[in-house]
């Protein structure tokens, strides 16, 4: 149970309960070793929440959210049977927005005769957000840009581009985790920097 005096430690205790219950029996020397408990679907949450909180902690002039994105539609539409557009981390700084899908995938591109190209639907998916986004501000000065940040796997071919699309900027990164986490704050720096710019 957590009250106003432990609840600090209830995200420690929940990483604690995770890595237990990913601990397995092995008949090899020592005890037990850790299995890749996670499917993909959980860990590109915690990925998600990751990035999020670091943005948060780490560049408190930039306002970062798991923002919702209305749909513009004309005066005459519903918006029933519409889904959600729930962004996964949206940074605001003053009228200039980057909007960030995180993905966590054991592929980072999808092959197809020997080409590699983009996850279709990822892409689908920032550039709706980014086109609403950018429809919500009308006529007032804006800039609003959107990135897919994949978490680099050990493929020879990682994404590392950027788009002009429709009249918005659209990056698609890697970000290596596999390294100190000095480097992963970097990599992070860099993301936010370039937005601040």
């Known amino acids: 149970r957590y009250d106003r005096n432990n609840q600090s430690y209830r995200m420690l205790v929940s990483l604690c309960y995770m890595v237990i219950k990913g601990l397995l029996q092995t008949t090899t020397d020592g005890s037990t070793k850790l299995m890749d408990f996670l499917d993909e679907q959980r860990m590109c949450r915690l990925y998600e929440k990751f990035i999020l909180e670091y943005f948060s902690r780490h560049y408190p002039q930039i306002k970062t959210s798991a923002a919702q994105i209305p749909w513009i539609l004309g005066e005459d539409c519903s918006s029933a049977m519409l889904p959600v557009m729930q962004s996964d981390i949206t940074l605001s700084c003053g009228n200039k927005v980057l909007i960030i899908d995180a993905k966590y995938y054991s592929h980072t591109t999808q092959v ?10 990822n892409l689908y ?15 007032e000065p804006h800039e ?6 994949y978490a680099q796997t050990d493929e020879t071919v990682q994404p590392n581009n950027t788009y002009w699309m429709s009249g918005n900027k659209i990056t698609v990164r890697t970000l290596n985790l596999d390294c100190d986490f000095k480097e992963i704050a970097g990599q992070l720096n860099e993301i936010a920097d370039e937005f601040i710019s």
């Open 144 to 149: 609003v840009s959107g990135m897919l940040l």
């Open 112 to 121: 197809q005769f020997d080409k590699h190209t983009l996850h279709s639907n």
């Open 125 to 139: 998916q920032v550039f709706t957000y980014v086109k609403n986004k950018d429809a919500q501000f009308g006529d």
